[in-house]
């Protein structure tokens, strides 16, 4: 029993979530037809990311969900605005089924780019590196939204 105890207590904390290294990240990307289009770039169907990437298992997230015309991304523990400064790159791209926030589109059709403050459960992409567009290094997939308020700017 005494030996199962440390199992247990790493089974339930994620102890067994692979680490991944720069070097075997990199060599990922260098089989990315083969493993995420079969092969086949041209008439290969995309797997999807979750497929393709290794992604951490869900995990409840907090921050700020900036989305605008051709962007989409989460700062991780902001609680305002202020607390990420315009100009500062974000490089964690927030990715979303939009038709399940259909509040999102509305409100940035009428007002421009929108952020909202964001509680949801989420993964979050195990290597660092430029394939989920040419300024986002990082990607979250949201599984399930918990909370979501319109953040209102302040001057």
């Not at 493993?35 to 041209?42: D, K, S, V």
């Not at 459960?121 to 399930?144: F, H, K, M, T, W």
Request: proline share 6%.
């Amino acid at each position: 029993m005494r030996r199962a105890v440390p199992l247990l207590f790493c089974l339930f904390l994620s102890c067994g979530e692979k680490k991944y290294t720069a070097q075997e990240c990199q060599s990922l990307e260098l089989t990315l037809v083969k493993r995420c289009f079969g092969g086949n770039l041209t008439s290969g169907q995309y797997v999807g990311d979750l497929k393709c990437w290794p992604f951490s298992k869900p995990v409840r997230m907090r921050g700020i969900w900036v989305f605008g015309l051709e962007t989409s991304f989460f700062v991780p523990n902001a609680n305002t605005l202020k607390s990420w400064p315009p100009g500062q790159s974000a490089n964690t791209h927030f990715k979303t089924d939009m038709t399940k926030v259909p509040e999102v589109m509305a409100a940035y059709h009428r007002d421009g780019t929108v952020a909202y403050f964001v509680d949801f459960l989420g993964r979050q992409s195990l290597c660092d590196n430029a394939v989920y567009g040419p300024s986002y290094s990082r990607e979250v997939i949201v599984e399930r939204f918990y909370s979501m308020r319109r953040v209102v700017p302040t001057s």
